[in-house]
C-alpha cells in the first residue's frame, strides 16, 4: 500500500492566552508552541499501522514554511518513509482551498492508493482541504473516519462518525481520501532514537512553480474566503466567579448544589 | 432565481434540528434581501418530511428516488448540482454535520462556488456575503469575506442559530425534482451502526460532573468517580478522555456523544471545545472549574472557579465528609 498522508503544523492553543495581533487579522504568534494538528497526529499513525500491517510506503505532506519541517520530522519518526513540503511566500494569506489546490497538483503525479487528513484543522477548523482534494483528484472520499479496514487494492470499508454516537458504514472504493477522526487509534510515542534519525532524512521543498500554480490561484486572489478581522467571542452567560480559597469556594460550589436540592 | 437554498438533512424518518435553524435564517436572510427561501430535501419516502418545510419554504424540491434511500454524497452531489445550475441561487446553506461536510467542500469545489464553513454568523454587505466562524479551538471568533460570486455556499454549525416559525404563514409549493445519478458511484452505503446501551445513562442525571483534558491521567480518574459517588452524581467527559481510551465512550457529552439536561453540570477541566457545548445546552445550571481564565466554557457557565481541579475536587470531597459529620 503507498500512502500518503497531508499534515499541518499548527499552534496549540487548548492551553495557551491567545491574543490578537497588531493587524487585527491574525493572533500573535510569539510565544505558541507548535505541533503537528491533532487530527493530523491520527491520521500518520492510522498510515503507519496499515504500512506495517500490508508494507508498502507513506509519503507525508504539507503546506508551510521552513518550521513545518519539525512536523514533518515527526512523522518521519512515526514511520513515514518520505516527506514534502510544499512552500512560497506567494501562498500568505492563502484559505483551504487554494491549500487543497496545491497538494492536490503535487499529488497528482505520484503513486498512491489512499490518502489520509485529518478531519480539521485545530486552528481554523475549516474541514475543508480532504473532500476538495478528493474532488480535484477526481477519487472517491469519505469524511470523519473511526475505522478503517483496507480490504485489498481494491476496497476499503470505513466506519463514518455521525451525530449522537451514530455510525455508518460505507464502502470505498481505492484510491480514495478518508479525512480521520480522532480516537481511531492510539498514537505512539516517538522515541529519541527515531527522532534522530528522522533529523537525517532529507525533506523535498517545492516552490510555487514546481507545483504548477499561478500566482493568481493562491494567496487571497486564490481564495474563497479570507479573515477580515479577529475578535474575542462574545459570552453566552454572564459567568459569576467564585473567589476566595479552596475551602471558601468549595463551600460555595456545595451551597449552589444545596439550593438546587441535590444535597 | 438567485434566491436561498437550504438542503433539508434527515436520518432515520426524522428532519435533524439543523435543517430548520437553518430555514429560520434562511428566512431572515431572505426576507432582508427581498428574495425567495428553497428548500430540497433528498430521500426515499420522504413526501410527509418535505411538508413541515413548506412552513418556510415558498418551494420544496422535493427528490425521491430509491438510490436516496441513505445518504451517500455522490448521489446528492451528482442532484445537487443539477438544481443549483438550474435555480442559480444566491446563497446555498447546508449543514455542518456528517452529512454537511462529507458533501460541501466538494460541492463547492466542483461548481466553482465559494464556501465558508462552520459558520455561526451569516449576513450580505452590499452583495458580499458576510460570515462569523471560530477558530483557534473557540478563542477567537473571525469575520471572514467570501470571495465575491454569483453563487455561495456556507455550512452553518449546529445549534448556532435558533428554529423558529416564520412570524408571517407561507405555504410553500412541492415541486419534484429529478434524481440524477453520479458518474461512477464508488461508495456504497452498508448499513448504521446504533451504539450499545452504556451501564449509565448520563442523560437522566440530575447531577452530572463532567471531566476534561484538565484530568491530565486516568489515574485521576477514581478521584472524581469518588466525589460524584459522595454526591449522588454521575460522571462523563469530553472527546478528549473518550479518545484516549479513558472512558467508554457513552460517557462522552457533546455532538457526537449524548446531550445532557441535568439540574447542574459541574465542568472540570474542560475547556469548551464547541462540540461539547452543544451537548450541555439543556444543562439548568453550570459550573465550570478551570485552571485557564481564558478558557471558552467560562463564556457559558453560571459560575466559574480559575483554580486547579486538583485542589477543587480533594477540597470538596473534604467538605462534604465533614458536613456529614466526618463519617462519610
Known sequence: ?263 | MAGILVLAEHRQQQLRDITFEMLSKGRELADKLNTTLSAVILGKNIKELAKPLAEYADKVFVVEHDALENFVSDHYQSTLAQLIKQEDPLLIMIGHSSIGMELAPRLAAALNIPLATDCIGIEFEDNTLVVTRQMYGGKMNARVIVKKSKNYMVTVRQAAFKAQKPLRSISGQLVDFPYQPPSEAKKRFLELVTPPPGAVDITAAPLVIGIGRGIKDKGNIPMVEELAQMLGAVVGCSRPIVDKGWMPSDRQIGQSGKSIKPKVYLALGISGAFQHLVGIKGAELVIAVNKDPNAPIFGYADFGVVEDLFKIVPTLKKKIAELRGGGA
Open chain 1, 1 to 263: 500500500m503507498n500512502i500518503i498522508v497531508c499534515v499541518k503544523h499548527v499552534p496549540k492553543c487548548a492551553e495557551a492566552e491567545v491574543r490578537i495581533d497588531s493587524t487585527g487579522k491574525d493572533i500573535e504568534r510569539h510565544g505558541l508552541v507548535y505541533d503537528i494538528n491533532e487530527w493530523d497526529d491520527y491520521a500518520i499513525e492510522e498510515a503507519v499501522r496499515i504500512k506495517e500491517k500490508l508494507g508498502g510506503t507513506v509519503t507525508v505532506i504539507t503546506v508551510g514554511p521552513e518550521e513545518a519541517n519539525s512536523t514533518l520530522r515527526k512523522c518521519l519518526a512515526r514511520g513515514a518513509d518520505q516527506a514534502i513540503r510544499i512552500y512560497d511566500p506567494k501562498l500568505a494569506g492563502s484559505d483551504p482551498y487554494v491549500v487543497a489546490k496545491a497538494l492536490s497538483k503535487v499529488i497528482k503525479n505520484m503513486q498512491f492508493n489512499f490518502i489520509l487528513t485529518g478531519v480539521q484543522a485545530e486552528d481554523d477548523g475549516s474541514a475543508v482541504v480532504g473532500p476538495v482534494i478528493a474532488e480535484l483528484l477526481e477519487i472517491p472520499h469519505a469524511t470523519m473516519v473511526k475505522k478503517l479496514e483496507i480490504k485489498d487494492k481494491k476496497t476499503a470499508v470505513v466506519y463514518r462518525e455521525l451525530e449522537g454516537g451514530l455510525m455508518e458504514v460505507v464502502e470505498v472504493e481505492l484510491p480514495a481520501l478518508f479525512t480521520i477522526q480522532t480516537g481511531i487509534n492510539e498514537p505512539r510515542y516517538v522515541s529519541i532514537l527515531g527522532i534522530r534519525r528522522a533529523m537525517q532524512k532529507e525533506i523535498k521543498v517545492l516552490g510555487l512553480k514546481d507545483v504548477g500554480l499561478d500566482e493568481s490561484e493562491v494567496g487571497v486572489t486564490g481564495s474563497w474566503t479570507s479573515i477580515d478581522k479577529l475578535f474575542i467571542p462574545p459570552a453566552e452567560k454572564v459567568c459569576q466567579f467564585l473567589k476566595g480559597s479552596s475551602e471558601e469556594v468549595a463551600l460555595k460550589i456545595l451551597e449552589i448544589l444545596r439550593s438546587r436540592g441535590l444535597i
